[in-house]
Each structure stands twice: as structure tokens, then as C-alpha cells.
């Protein structure tokens, strides 16, 4: 279905306010509550277990430092290749996210293994570029190898109102994922919900991204003060399932920044499972965008398996 | 796939093998016994002493004396020396009294963790406050307490009520002479040793357990000044006539039927957690429960498939467990009473559906569900079922909405969903309910009355009001 059916007319800033503002609200005090209530779940032996393994098979491993380096990439390559060399049955993170420069580096090191490579594209964080240089910045990691791309927003525009322009990149850089031999790059749009601040806004950005195309919405850079919440994971786990009853598409969500520790990553499993439901809890549909997440949670797979608690010295720093 | 392995609490809390009455400080002989279970396994966990009316005149008596002779000497900063120490001792022991309540209740250990427990202690530590400042309650200098008060609370939150009940009386003056309901006394006997504890003068709080004979002795007893009374629209019709033409006070807060309005211009993920939390916490045994849903007809097919989507998650069981949401239903005569009515409302055209749920074996249980299709002069639109049973009516305007929802003999509580505010304030003006929630449902705090209209009875609890209740001049 296209974006002008879903919205019932031309599409115009006019057009898109009116079908975005006909969104049900998002009432603040509720949703924080809900999320609080499915954080207190308590998951324990065989089914923290399976959550572990699965937490570390959603994970979008991750390195954005201004000091990143061909070695830091392969390093962190190596990780997600062998997270525990302790435990060889310990699952693959599902990629490793890296600056579009660094593709080429991420690519040779993993080579055919079942890992991808995703890599931030559109002027990351700020987005403040203009489209030309967004367009060939993601071209460029798509020709090195990139299979997904993390675009982000440019929240300028949707706070001005300008919906459409906001819609327009995202169309446009969906198209730039595409590739000669068919295999187009997997897009992920970055709302950087720190930015958009309410959860109205967010509610709104979410479908926005919807309806221009988007894989996976995701919420964060993880450059700015407030990254992945659970109510903001709840609240765009309830878009993607609305989305998905109401068209028949199932797009994913990647919560990033933010979440450090196994505790938390499975309160977000909780929030999955009990919000978009068992369809989500996929990799191809549900992302973790960490760094430090991966190490925490394969102590807390040691503890479950050895009843003892090691400590950080006994996992390898990627 | 995701499925929870169990995560039960520990069996933190112990009883003794039987218990006597708690009177004048002491526990009695345990006289005339009758099991107390667990409804969720009907397990026996104790065995508890059925009061006489002479149980009921050595309380009095001794809630007499104590009030003669020690409780009305006292400065207010005294008694609420007193209350924040109890409140202090129920925090220490919020596991024990949790699992407890749990054991003896049936609902999950979730919700006496999170909600009954604190909330009793918060009830507490409020009226702790109160105390010393009775001067300034709007009542004149140095309000005077009636004395001996007579409590009568009901199973479906037996601590929280205790505290709702004692916490007042005590921080106004009065002594207290308390009948727990006969299927729940299990923490108002972990009370008494709280009280103990706490080295609480004797007789300022006594406890007689039994059943509706007790409950009327206490009530009728000639030297009990004033009647608190939570529990059925029924027996608050007794205690009032029983009580009319006395010198005695009275609140009674009794059933309810309250209507859960949502419009289409809701926040309907909000409102949907808000209908589910409004009926289906603490397995609809709550005199408050938003058990008539009015949904807005044009989203009427939206809302209830998203309502079943979210009921469908509700996790049934064993209430210790720390992940179950809907625990046993307190009893096998209540269980009896809902099915009663569920399949009065099926036989006069309801649509009933209730999620898959895997029943235990042991205890009383009943599936969350809702019966769509009911017309205002339904019996499930009418009769509080006091169950997890939801009535789905619609509506098309907002002055049928208030028509229905006041169209109840109950006024106890409502609510309003909507983003717009002035709607809200307009409809919140003209429900005919004691409380009203907007765009939320079933919080509680104590500075906030609470209490209903019509037949869900007068008099207020909670906040300068239910201290109010407690004094002279005050209700």
C-alpha cells in the first residue's frame, strides 16, 4: 500500500499533520506506569537463559567514537564472532554497527559468517547536512558492504512541522539502500526520541518513518542526554504492532543507548513479548543497540551455567 | 518461546497452629475454632476462634477502660509516637505481611507487595501525622474523640482496610474494637502482634475474629460510640437499621458499579491498561472496580479487540508466584456468586468471552472476562458481581454517557477517558460518584477521601475527612 492511500490524499505538510495528529494521544502518567508494572516482572533459570541467548543474538554491537580505528573494528569483530571463547555455543550478536568508513574494515573481518554489518549513514548524530551529502554518505557505506543502514531523522524538520521533508529523506535514502544485484540494505530510521521529547512526538515520528518506508525505527544515537527508555520502546512496540494489524507490515524496533546490563535487556524482552507479542521476539525484528551490554550479559550466562559469579576479568573486553 | 519459569516468593510469613481473639493486649484461649484456607490451594493455614457476643463485651470492655483510663490521657504527640511506630514495624515486616495477605487472600503476591502492604503503612504514617495536630483538623480546639469504635472490614483487602480503619481512630483518640471478615483474618492476628510489638497501651486496639453474628454483636453493642463499617450494600442496610435511633455514628462505604467512560479521543493504550487495571486487579474484588466499561460506539469493534489482545497476557495462577496477575478468588461461595450472575448475564443476551487460561486444579478460580452486548437493564449492568467479569455497553454522546453511567443504584467511584479537558471536567461535574478518576483508575493515597453516593453508602475515609469521622462534631 502506498504512502498516499494510507494518508487518504496528496501528500502535503497539511496532509501528513492532519493524519498524524488523528493518532490516538499518548497519555504520560499511563504509559510510564505500564512500563513500570512489565519491568517488575521476575524471569529466572530456563527462561533467563533462553532470554540471554536471545538478547545476545538481537544485539547490534556497537562502536561510534570519533577514535575508532580499522583495529578497534576488527577487534570488536572478533567479539561478536566469539563472544565467550570459554563457551563456542554462546550465540552471534546479529551485527556490528559501525561509522560508514569503517564498513570495508567490518566486512574483511567477518567475511561470510552470518554477522552483518550496519553501518550509521545521514550525517550521524546530528543529521544537520544537506540531503546531497546524506544521499552519497549512504551510497557510500552500501557500496563498501553495509547490509543495514541506521539513518537518523532530521529532527529540525519534524519540529518545524515539516513532515513532509522529513518524509521525503527518509523515501530518499530508502532508496539509496537499494543495490544493482537487488539486495537492498536494510533501513533503520533513528527518531533520536531525546529530541522529540513528548511522547506524542514520538507516537507521530514513528509512523512518519512508517509510512516512508523504514525497516526498523529505532530510538537513539546514543549521543544525546536521554537515549532508549522502556516506555519509549513500549510506546513504539505499540506502533509497530498497530502498524502491522492495520497494513499486514511487520517492521522492527531497535532501542539504543542506554541499556548496560542483562536486568535491563530483559525488561525490554518482557515489554516485547507482552506488548507486539511473540513475532517480535526475532532478530529480524527486535534490535539492541549496545556496546557494553554484551559483556554483562555473558557473565550473567556464566553465573547461570557455573552458579558463580566471575566478574569482568573473565570475559574479554572487545 | 518466552515462556516464565516460575518465580514463587518465599514462605516468609508462619502462623501459629490456632489463634484466640486479641483483647485487652493478650490473646485468649483459642474457643469454638473454624479453619482458615488458602484459596488458591485450599490448603488449612490456621484455625481461628468464631467471637460471641460475650468475646465481643470483654473487647468492648477492654477498649473501654483503655480509652477511661490510659489512650484519652495521652498528648496526641504521644499516640502518634505510638502509630509511627506501628507504621515502622509494618515496613520491617512488609514480606512477611505481604505473603500472608497472599496466602490468606488468594491475590498475587505482586499486588499485596507493591500495593496493599504499602499502602496500609502509608495509611499509617499519615494519620501518625495527624495526631498531634487535631487542633487544626477544622474542628475547633482540641476535638474530642467518641470513644470506643466498632470496625467491621471486609476480605477483599484485609490489611489495607485495618489500616484505612485504625490508622484514623487511634490518631483521633479512640479506641478500636475490630472484626476482621471470617476468610481473611490472618493479618489483622499479625496485626496484634504488631500492636505488641510496639508496646501499644492494652485495649487500645482489640481484634475479635468470627463471622456475621460476630461482626452484629460488635455493631450493636451498647458501648461502642461509632460504627465503621466496609463491606456489602446488604449487611450496610442491616448495620443501619440496626444502629438507627442510637447514639452511635456510622460511615458505611458498600458496594459499587462504576462505570469506566471511554471516548473516542482517548488514549487508548492508556485506557485499555486503565479498563484492565479497573476490573481485573485483585481479581475485580474491589469495591471501587470499573466494572461497567462504557466505550464510545464508534470505536467500540477497536477497543475490544485491543482490550482481548491485552487480556490474553494476563497470567493466571499461583498467586505467590511473582509474575501472576490474576490470583484465586477469595472464596468458593463468591466464586459460586459470579458464575451465578455471568450466567445470568449470558442467558439475557451477553456475549461472554474469557482469554485461555489454564485453571489449577485446587482453589477457586475464575478466568478474567467480559460480556459484550449488555444493555443498561442487563443484570451484570446492575448487580455488583465483585469478580473479574467486565460489561461492555456503548454509547454515542456524552450525555448518554453520563445517563448510563449514572443510571446505577451504586455512586462509588467512575472514570473518564479523554484527552480533552474540558469534556473531562464537564462529565467529572455531573457523574453521580464519590470518586472520579480521569485518564487513570484506582489510585489511592491517603490524603485523598474516598467514599461513595447512594447505595454505596455515606461518610468518607481518608484525608482531614476520614480524621473527621473519628471526632466529635465531625460526622
Not at chain 2, 490521657?73 to 515486616?93: D, H, N, P, T, V
Request: a positive charge.
Amino acid at each position: 500500500m502506498d504512502a498516499e492511500t494510507i494518508v487518504g490524499s496528496r501528500l502535503t505538510n497539511q496532509s501528513l499533520r492532519r493524519w498524524l495528529h488523528s493518532l490516538p494521544g499518548v497519555d504520560k502518567v499511563g504509559l510510564e506506569q505500564r512500563a513500570a508494572s512489565l519491568a517488575t516482572r521476575s524471569i529466572k533459570t530456563d527462561s533467563k537463559a533462553w532470554a540471554l541467548d536471545l538478547i545476545i543474538s538481537m544485539m547490534d554491537l556497537t562502536t561510534l567514537e570519533g577514535a575508532d580505528t580499522p583495529a578497534r573494528v576488527r577487534s570488536l569483530c572478533n567479539k561478536a564472532i566469539t563472544p565467550d571463547e570459554d563457551d563456542l555455543d554462546t550465540p552471534s550478536p546479529a551485527a556490528v554497527c559501525v561509522y560508514g568508513d569503517m564498513v570495508q574494515h567490518a566486512k574483511a573481518a567477518i567475511g561470510k559468517r552470518k554477522i552483518y554489518v550496519a553501518a550509521v549513514a545521514t550525517a550521524f548524530p546530528s543529521g544537520r547536512a544537506s540531503l546531497r551529502v546524506k544521499l552519497q554518505d549512504t551510497k557510500d557505506a552500501v557500496a563498501a558492504g553495509a547490509n543495514e543502514i541506521d539513518m537518523v531523522i532530521d529532527r529540525g524538520a519534524f519540529l518545524s512541522g515539516n513532515y513532509l521533508e522529513v518524509f521525503k529523506q527518509i523515501q530518499a535514502i530508502k532508496q539509496a539502500c537499494q543495490r544493482p544485484s537487488g539486495k537492498a540494505a536494510h533501513l533503520k530510521v533513528i527518531l533520536e526520541t531525546g529530541e522529540l521529547q513528548t511522547y506524542d512526538n514520538i507516537r507521530r515520528a514513528s509512523y512518519l518513518a512508517m509510512l516512508a518506508g523504514a525497516d526498523f525505527i529505532k530510538t537513539s544515537t546514543g549521543k544525546v542526554g536521554v537515549n532508549a527508555t522502556l516506555p519509549i520502546t513500549l510506546l513504539m512496540l505499540q506502533a509497530v504492532r498497530d502498524w502491522y494489524d492495520e497494513y499486514g507490515i511487520q517492521i522492527g524496533v531497535k532501542p539504543a543507548g542506554g541499556i548496560r546490563t542483562s536486568k535491563d535487556a530483559i525488561r525490554y524482552l518482557v515489554t516485547v513479548k507482552e506488548t507486539a507479542g511473540d513475532l517480535w521476539l526475532d532478530p529480524d525484528y527486535f534490535r539492541f543497540g549496545a556496546s557494553s551490554l554484551l559483556n554483562d550479559v555473558l557473565m550473567q550466562r556464566k553465573k547461570l551455567k557455573t552458579k558463580t559469579y566471575l566478574g569482568s576479568d573473565y570475559v574479554s573486553v572487545d | 518461546m518466552f515462556d516464565y519459569s516460575p518465580a514463587p516468593e518465599a514462605k516468609l510469613a508462619s502462623f501459629a497452629s490456632s489463634y484466640g481473639h486479641f483483647i485487652g493486649g493478650k490473646f485468649t484461649k483459642p474457643q469454638k475454632t473454624f479453619e482458615t484456607i488458602n484459596p488458591a490451594t485450599e490448603e488449612v493455614l490456621s484455625q481461628i476462634s468464631h467471637g460471641s457476643a460475650k468475646d465481643v463485651d470483654l473487647a468492648v470492655k477492654a477498649a473501654r477502660n483503655a480509652y477511661e483510663k490510659t489512650w484519652s490521657k495521652l498528648s496526641g504527640a504521644q499516640r502518634g509516637k505510638y502509630l509511627f511506630r506501628i507504621a515502622r514495624i509494618m515496613q520491617e515486616r512488609a514480606r512477611e505481611l505481604a505473603v500472608a495477605e497472599t496466602l490468606n487472600n488468594g491475590k498475587p503476591i505482586k499486588e499485596t507487595r507493591d500495593f496493599d502492604v504499602p499502602t496500609s503503612v502509608a495509611w499509617f504514617f499519615y494519620y501518625a501525622g495527624w495526631a498531634d495536630k487535631l487542633d487544626y483538623a477544622g474542628m475547633g480546639a482540641s476535638p474530642k474523640a467518641h470513644g470506643v469504635a466498632g470496625q467491621v472490614i471486609p476480605w477483599n483487602f484485609p490489611l489495607m482496610m485495618l489500616a484505612w480503619k485504625v490508622a484514623p481512630a487511634l490518631a483521633a483518640g479512640n479506641t478500636v474494637v475490630l472484626k476482621p471478615a471470617e476468610t481473611t483474618p490472618l493479618t489483622a492476628l499479625l496485626f496484634a502482634e504488631i500492636c505488641q510489638q510496639a508496646e501499644l497501651p492494652d485495649g487500645v486496639v482489640n481484634i475479635v475474629t468470627g463471622f456475621g453474628d460476630t461482626g452484629a454483636a460488635v455493631v450493636g453493642h451498647k458501648d461502642v460510640n461509632k460504627v465503621a463499617f466496609t463491606g456489602s450494600t446488604e449487611v450496610g442496610k442491616i448495620i443501619a437499621r440496626q444502629v438507627a435511633g442510637t447514639n452511635k455514628k456510622v460511615t458505611l462505604e458498600l458496594g459499587g458499579k462504576a462505570a469506566n467512560i471511554v471516548f473516542d479521543d482517548a488514549p487508548i493504550d492508556q485506557a485499555i491498561e486503565g479498563v484492565v487495571n479497573g476490573i481485573f486487579f485483585n481479581q475485580g474484588h474491589v469495591c471501587c472496580a470499573g466494572s461497567r466499561l462504557l466505550v464510545q460506539e464508534s470505536i467500540h469493534d477497536e477497543f475490544i479487540k485491543k482490550l482481548k489482545r491485552r487480556m490474553e497476557t494476563l497470567r493466571l495462577g499461583d498467586p505467590m508466584d511473582k509474575n501472576t496477575d490474576v490470583g484465586a478468588i477469595n472464596s468458593k461461595a463468591q466464586l459460586q456468586k459470579i458464575k451465578g450472575l455471568v450466567a445470568k448475564g449470558v442467558k439475557e443476551g451477553g456475549d461472554l468471552w474469557q482469554p485461555a487460561c489454564k485453571i489449577p486444579r485446587n482453589g477457586f478460580w475464575y478466568a478474567p472476562a467480559i460480556i459484550d452486548g449488555v444493555s443498561p437493564a442487563n443484570t451484570v449492568a446492575r448487580e455488583e458481581i465483585f469478580g473479574p467479569v467486565l460489561s461492555v455497553i456503548t454509547f454515542r454522546t456524552p450525555t448518554e454517557a453520563i445517563t448510563k453511567a449514572n443510571n446505577t443504584e451504586y455512586g462509588l467511584s467512575a472514570g473518564i477517558w479523554t484527552e480533552k479537558g474540558s469534556k473531562m471536567l464537564k462529565l467529572a461535574d455531573q457523574l453521580n460518584a464519590g470518586v472520579i478518576w480521569s485518564n487513570t483508575f484506582n489510585q489511592f493515597d491517603p490524603t485523598s477521601p474516598f467514599g461513595g453516593f447512594k447505595e454505596s453508602g455515606y461518610g468518607r475515609e481518608g484525608g482531614r475527612a476520614g480524621l473527621a469521622a473519628y471526632l466529635k462534631g465531625g460526622n
